[in-house]
């Protein structure tokens, strides 16, 4: 049972009518009948309450899996947090394709798109529609309204942590709106409901407003590994200040000039997540190696999740999430769903491996001795000259929705949902192995306080799992000759790929745009070539520079 926090917990929805989302006029359903102040009257729905902030990464709607849209405008599945963020991530790099169509979907893949584009909305609006339900949550439990609902001193503190987790919740959603949109506009609790249209922030003054409130809020935030499976604590709030500061130079740049560096913060704070007690996941099973055993439906188990989005097949049912990126990432003629990845027979047919990924391996074979190379090769072709066959393409079998140990005969167990439509599998936000990748390559950059040796052994660390290896076996390990830059790349596409970081990582390497390096169909051409660095960020949708006249467009849109 991984619903939400993982106790099977039902969520409380905030009423809509009280949600400040941001300038746009969503197209949202309502979510809750009576207003946020009868709701919070109840010491009780506190924690559902909040159960509804974590669940807004994973669910689409308000029945589930679908039927009552926290947005319309497109079909449900598509507006899913998740499955519109792993697109933005994954199909405008040189991980993933698609074989669908739909509207202007393609144009992630061609890197074309438009302010006009329905798939660029959804993610802007999921991202604002997610800060206004973290807003409303802050909104309702200031110490004063409290005090006037007669709260317990007990429950207060225990609320005091619930805000420090929204708090982090919403500094996520921001982080991703800096990242993908770069300038846009920004809402607190502190903001009026039904104000005037919110100001505009500049990328700096996004990015030193989440790192301000991670800051802020260390104090209150539960211990790393102390809190319940799939909620916030101190290490996620590390993690993801190590990510801001390792991309600093992208987020406080301006046009062409680079920001600051802050490598040395970067491995401050990976320092910190890598002594709170987090391994790697290094056992494996009769059927299944170690790294695989992260991407499996029983992957809550993994002693390297720092922070997760968790789903159940019976409880949080839906078409986006890893219901998505597991059925999208079936199809063809000998790729058998039920028996291999527990899901319903035909699967979707959509997504596959650009030709980039799987070349990045030492074999793209089934031989391959990296056993991070989960792909499946039977009746696939490495190039794709036709977008829409399946079988161009090498299909993914990273993700599963399968147990890591088999039966007493040895088929493998499906998750909890009998039909095998919707899966148990979670989303691993954050985990260990990134977070060494971060260390390694903010030393590489020359961070202050980083250690060359410790670095390497992170980086081997993951090496020998990939291989398989046991202490003193070095098959799989480097040198500190061989730990450069490039490196750093190519161990991270092979360690996270299908992940959600390729485009952060694409675009902090100086790669995402340029034409010094390609894949297939960047710029809308077989080959790929290189486009125009206005890419680099998502723009605003027109919906919201017409509903608002204190934004200003991206640059080049």
Same mark, same amino acid.
């Given at each position: 049972?991984?619903?939400?926090f993982?106790?099977?917990?039902?969520?409380?929805a905030?009423?809509?009518?009280?949600?400040?989302?941001?300038s746009? *006029?969503?197209?949202?359903?309502?979510?809750?009948?009576?207003?946020?102040?009868?709701?919070? +009257?109840d010491?009780?729905?506190?924690?559902?309450?909040?159960?509804?902030?974590?669940?807004?990464?994973?669910?689409?709607g308000?029945?589930?899996?679908?039927?009552?849209?926290?947005?319309?405008?497109?079909?449900?599945?598509?507006t *899913?947090?998740l499955?519109?963020?792993?697109?933005?991530q994954?199909?405008?790099?040189?991980?993933?394709?698609?074989?669908?169509?739909?509207g202007?979907?393609?144009?992630?893949? *061609?890197?074309n798109?438009?302010s006009g584009?329905?798939?660029?909305?959804?993610?802007?609006?999921?991202?604002?529609?997610?800060?206004?339900?973290?807003?409303?949550?802050l909104?309702?439990?200031?110490?004063?309204?409290l005090?006037?609902?007669g709260?317990?001193?007990?429950?207060? +503190?225990?609320?005091?942590?619930?805000?420090a987790?929204?708090?982090f919740m #919403?500094?996520?959603s921001y982080?991703?709106?800096?990242?993908?949109?770069g *300038?846009?506009p920004?809402?607190?609790?502190?903001?009026?409901v039904?104000?005037?249209?919110?100001?505009?922030?500049?990328?700096?003054?996004?990015?030193n407003f989440?790192?301000?409130?991670?800051?802020?809020?260390?104090?209150?935030?539960?211990?790393?590994?102390?809190?319940e499976?799939?909620?916030?604590?101190?290490?996620a709030?590390?993690?993801?200040?190590?990510?801001?500061?390792?991309?600093?130079?992208?987020?406080?740049?301006?046009?062409?000039t680079?920001?600051?560096?802050?490598?040395d913060?970067?491995?401050?704070?990976?320092?910190k997540?890598i002594?709170a007690?987090?391994?790697? %996941?290094?056992?494996?099973?009769?059927?299944?190696?170690?790294?695989?055993? !992260?991407?499996?439906?029983?992957?809550?188990?993994s002693?390297?999740?720092?922070?997760?989005t968790?789903?159940d097949?019976?409880?949080?049912?839906?078409?986006?999430?890893?219901?998505?990126?597991?059925?999208?990432?079936?199809?063809?003629?000998?790729?058998?769903?039920?028996?291999?990845f527990?899901?319903?027979?035909?699967?979707w047919?959509?997504t596959?491996?650009?030709?980039n990924l799987?070349?990045?391996?030492p074999?793209?074979?089934?031989?391959?001795?990296?056993?991070?190379?989960l792909?499946?090769?039977?009746? +696939?072709?490495?190039?794709?000259?036709?977008?829409?066959?399946f079988?161009?393409?090498?299909?993914?079998?990273?993700?599963r929705?399968?147990?890591s140990?088999?039966?007493?005969?040895?088929?493998?167990?499906?998750?909890?949902?009998?039909?095998?439509?919707?899966?148990?599998t979670?989303?691993?936000v954050?985990?260990?192995?990134d977070? !060494?990748?971060?260390?390694?390559?903010?030393?590489? %950059?020359g961070?202050?306080?980083?250690d060359?040796?410790k670095a390497?052994?992170?980086?081997n660390?993951?090496? !020998? #799992?990939?291989?398989?290896n046991?202490?003193?076996?070095?098959?799989?390990?480097?040198?500190?000759?061989?730990m450069?830059? %490039?490196?750093?790349?190519?161990?991270?596409a092979?360690?996270?790929?299908?992940?959600?970081?390729?485009?952060?990582?694409?675009i902090?390497f100086?790669?995402?745009?340029?034409?010094?390096?390609?894949?297939p169909?960047?710029g809308?051409?077989p080959?790929?070539?290189?486009?125009?660095?206005?890419?680099?960020?998502?723009?605003?949708?027109?919906?919201?520079?017409?509903?608002?006249?204190?934004?200003?467009?991206?640059?080049?849109?």
């Open positions: 049972m991984k619903y939400a993982s106790r099977g917990l039902t969520t409380v905030i009423a809509a009518s009280l949600v400040t989302v941001s746009c *006029n969503l197209d949202r359903q309502p979510l809750f009948e009576p207003g946020s102040e009868e709701v919070f +009257q010491f009780a729905n506190y924690k559902p309450a909040l159960a509804k902030i974590y669940a807004g990464l994973a669910i689409s308000q029945q589930g899996p679908s039927g009552r849209p926290d947005i319309t405008g497109l079909d449900e599945g598509f *899913n947090y499955r519109g963020y792993w697109k933005a994954e199909l405008t790099t040189d991980e993933a394709i698609i074989g669908w169509a739909d202007n979907l393609p144009a992630y893949q *061609n890197m798109w438009t584009n329905e798939f660029i909305r959804a993610m802007y609006d999921r991202i604002f529609y997610q800060i206004g339900l973290c807003n409303e949550f909104r309702q439990t200031t110490d004063a309204k005090s006037e609902r709260i317990s001193d007990a429950d207060k +503190q225990t609320v005091k942590a619930y805000r987790e929204a708090r #919403r500094a996520l982080w991703h709106a800096l990242d993908m949109f *300038n846009v920004f809402v607190t609790e502190a903001d009026a039904g104000a005037t249209p919110p100001p505009q922030y500049s990328r700096t003054r996004l990015f989440v790192e301000s409130e991670l800051l802020a809020i260390d104090g209150d935030l539960i211990a790393p590994r102390q809190n499976y799939g909620r916030a604590d101190k290490a709030a590390w993690t993801l200040l190590a990510k801001l500061y390792l991309n600093s130079v992208v987020y406080t740049g301006v046009g062409a680079p920001g600051t560096p802050r490598y913060k970067c491995i401050t704070y990976c320092d997540v002594g007690g987090y391994v790697l %996941q290094t056992t494996k099973t009769s059927i299944f190696p170690a790294y695989a055993r !992260n991407f499996l439906a029983d992957n809550n188990t002693p390297e999740f720092i922070f997760t968790n789903f097949g019976v409880r949080t049912q839906g078409y986006g999430g890893t219901t998505f990126i597991i059925h999208a990432a079936v199809g063809g003629r000998r790729m058998k769903p039920g028996e291999q527990g899901i319903s027979s035909g699967g047919a959509g596959r491996a650009k030709k799987p070349l990045l391996f074999d793209t074979t089934q031989a391959c001795p990296d056993k991070r190379f792909f499946y090769t039977n009746g +696939q072709r490495l190039e794709i000259t036709a977008v829409d066959n079988n161009h393409g090498f299909a993914v079998k990273k993700f929705n399968v147990l140990t088999p039966t007493s005969t040895g088929a493998l167990q499906p998750g909890q949902d009998a039909s095998g439509t919707f899966t148990d979670d989303w691993p954050f985990r260990l192995a977070v !060494n990748l971060m260390y390694a390559e903010a030393t590489i %950059q961070g202050a306080g980083g060359r040796g390497l052994r992170l980086l660390d993951i090496r !020998n #799992r990939a291989y398989g046991t202490a003193g076996v070095t098959t799989g390990n480097i040198t500190d000759a061989a450069n830059m %490039q490196y750093i790349q190519d161990e991270r092979r360690e996270l790929y299908w992940e959600g970081y390729r485009r952060t990582d694409l902090r100086g790669k995402f745009t340029s034409g010094s390096y390609v894949w169909y960047k809308n051409t080959a790929g070539q290189g486009v125009d660095a206005k890419f680099n960020l998502f723009p605003i949708p027109i919906t919201d520079m017409s509903a608002n006249p204190n934004l200003v467009q991206n640059q080049g849109y």
